[in-house]
């Protein structure tokens, strides 16, 4: 099977602070470090109270959202924006009594107190965007350099949920894909974004800066995103590399070129100085300059100097590698194998293959979300999601459900 993975992917490639955002909203995640004046006005209240301020996220939390600071509970009497302000910089309840030690203290303005009070009792009307009584719509985000890969991966997606569920609704909700050919312009329409094309960090930051969940991008993603917000179901980059720095020192490579962009460098380097302490480790541009000839060369950009020499082993991305390999011994690093054996058991381009999974991820996620349906609900459901066909368990890896890459030799067809 690994040969034909190899094979298969070798020669195919996954389609290759922002107007009008709410600052509360920033406050509330965090995304705002300082304020106006310089002091530090970082919240990241989602990380204990949840994205929806439903509170529970970290032991008793209480709810925050909608009317729940309005209406009095056992423990306390309903909030005033007075006493909303006093829980916040002082630690105390509308009753004068001391909140937990856990919850932080805080130093607002006026402004920002009152942008941060319209903000929560608005909540659930933003987690609700793109949800309806009788629709859930998600959103494919449109690649303009590959519009007809873009239509296949909606049509893909589309003919899978039409498998799956033959009403075509989760609870009543008919589920509806729409292409996002403007994605911040659309972001309100949708419950999430899918599919987002290779090498828009930008957008997806953008988006996810909106409250929009961006998940199950068509590349890898870096490992340290909130899950809270983005999903994937491929390795990511923190996974590739530890794959590649352990096949690294199962061999005898001393002088190491990596092609990648220069944090990638950083963060490789380090994991292959871990594995091999005594090798010699650098950008590729390093042995250009230095005319050196490489051991081994990792080739993560799609790009190896032609003035380089050719090294005794070369590495490079099954989704990058174009061109035929100068190299006594070639090496496909494998992002996301389930996903090529997937294509390969049911004869699916590797695009069409993402959107089939995208899709089964989804109608599973959707069942256990429930019918109180929100955009943080939807994503929090990942944790009790396993696909064991197709080997993701988010119980044991919540960011993306799988941390497989296989590294397959790749042999010359004279060989």
């Known amino acids: 099977m690994r040969s034909g993975l190899a094979t298969l992917a070798a020669g195919l490639t996954f389609a290759a602070g922002i107007a009008g955002a ?28 949840g994205r929806d301020g439903t509170g529970g996220i970290e032991g008793n ?12 509970t056992e423990l306390r009497s309903a909030y005033t924006l007075e006493q909303f302000r006093d829980a916040l910089t002082s630690g105390t309840n509308p009753d004068g009594r001391s909140l937990s030690r856990i919850m932080p203290r805080y130093d607002l303005s006026g402004a920002e ?26 959103g494919v985000v ?3 350099a590959f519009p007809a890969l873009s239509a296949r991966y909606l049509y893909a997606f589309k003919n899978e949920v039409a ?25 309100d329409m949708v419950i999430a974004a899918l599919a987002m094309p290779p090498h828009q960090d930008d957008l997806t930051d953008q988006l996810v800066a909106t409250g929009l969940p961006v998940i199950f991008a068509l590349n890898a993603i870096g490992g340290r995103e909130d899950a809270s917000i983005q999903r994937s179901f491929l390795p990511t980059e923190r996974d590739i590399d530890g794959a590649i720095a352990a096949h690294l020192a199962t061999t005898t490579a001393q002088r190491i070129g990596i092609s990648a962009e220069p944090d990638r460098v950083e963060t490789l380097s380090f994991l292959i100085r871990l594995a091999v302490p005594e090798a010699v480790v650098g950008p590729v541009d390093h042995f250009v300059a230095n005319q ?20 005794v082993i070369l590495y490079r991305l099954a989704s990058k590698a174009h061109a035929t390999p100068h190299a006594e011994r070639s090496f496909l690093i494998i992002e996301a194998p389930h996903l090529i054996e997937l294509a390969l058991d049911e004869d699916l381009h590797p695009l069409e293959a993402h959107a089939t999974l995208s899709a089964r991820v989804l ?5 256990q979300a429930g019918r109180d349906l929100s955009r943080s609900r939807l994503l929090s459901a990942l944790k009790d999601t396993s696909l064991g066909p197709e080997n993701l368990d988010y119980a044991r890896l919540p960011l993306n459900g799988s941390n497989d890459v296989a590294i397959v030799e790749y042999l010359h067809p004279e060989n």
């Open 22 to 49: 709410d600052p509360a909203h920033d406050l509330f995640t965090g995304q705002n470090t300082t304020a106006a004046d310089g002091r530090i006005a970082r919240f990241a209240c989602h990380k204990c109270h």
């Open 61 to 72: 939390v209480p709810e925050i959202a909608g009317s729940a600071l309005l209406k009095p």
């Open 113 to 138: 107190l009152k942008s941060l009070w319209r903000y929560l009792k608005d909540l659930p009307n933003q987690q609700a965007k793109g949800i309806a009584p009788d629709n859930v719509r998600f």
């Open 142 to 144: 449109s690649d303009p």
């Open 163 to 187: 498998r799956l569920l033959p009403s075509g609704a989760v609870y009543g909700r008919k589920i509806e894909v729409v292409a996002l050919d403007d994605p911040l312009g659309q972001a």
């Open 292 to 311: 050196q000839k490489p051991d081994a060369v990792i080739d993560l950009a799609g790009h190896v100097p032609a003035e380089l020499p050719d090294p």
């Open 363 to 367: 109608a599973k996620l959707l069942r």
